[in-house]
Nanobody
Framework: QVQLVESGGGLVQAGGSLRLSCAASGRTFRISAMGWFRQAPGKEREFVAAISWSGGTYYADSVKGRFIISGDNAKNTVYLQMKSLKPEDTADYYC????????????????WGQGTQVTVSS
């Protein structure tokens, strides 16, 4: 089993920044990719960003240029640096891990954190 623990969510003004962290523990040898999804009330969970163990990164068009995903393999931790935040970024953000690789659909990921709230005020 893999456990994911997220931190860094909170309330921020539009244009501000937040840095989310996700630390993986347990059977981390199973992990080949980690990523972030988000879900706003009444909307589907959507892909935000992902990183493979080798360092390849992937971004949704809506966040490209504003968000940066990075990882520390030694710490089994992935980060999401969010800049120029918009009210549209308000959502519950979920960390995910996959033993197979990067997918853009949330149902293809095996392990999930409990979610952390990000609220961007205008």
């Amino acid at each position: 089993q893999v456990q994911l623990v997220e931190s860094g969510g909170g309330l921020v003004q539009a244009g501000g920044s937040l840095r989310l962290s996700c630390a993986a523990s347990g059977r981390t040898f199973r992990i080949s990719a980690m990523g972030w999804f988000r879900q706003a009330p009444g909307k589907e969970r959507e892909f935000v960003a992902a990183i493979s163990w080798s360092g390849g990164t992937y971004y949704a068009d809506s966040v490209k240029g504003r968000f940066i995903i990075s990882g520390d393999n030694a710490k089994n931790t992935v980060y999401l640096q969010m800049k120029s935040l918009k009210p549209e970024d308000t959502a519950d953000y979920y960390c995910a891990a996959s033993p197979r690789g990067v997918y853009y659909t949330w149902s293809s990921w095996d392990y999930w954190g409990q979610g952390t709230q990000v609220t961007v005020s205008s």
